[in-house]
């Protein structure tokens, strides 16, 4: 049997997801010191005071204190 239509291929459209705009990095601020945020890496946010790093998950911050993870040296994670 063959199977019509095709909708079985993936979509060439990828999603935004991940990626912060500039408006709205306007208005985003650390938790903690209220300090305005940089965007580190696609999918992270800095705060410049705390050193701290902030997630960014599909494409929304998430700005809790508990998210936070300290800027480089302490790392949890261990690494292979
Ligand atoms: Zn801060």
Known sequence: MSRG???GES???VYDAGVISQELLEILA???CHTKLQLKEPDQLRCPRCKVLYPIVDGIPVLLIEEGKP???ASSSPSP
Do not use: D, S, V
């Open 30 to 32: 650390c938790p903690k």
């Open 71 to 73: 800027e480089g040296g």
């Open 11 to 13: 979509p060439a459209r």
């Open 5 to 7: 239509g095709g909708f």
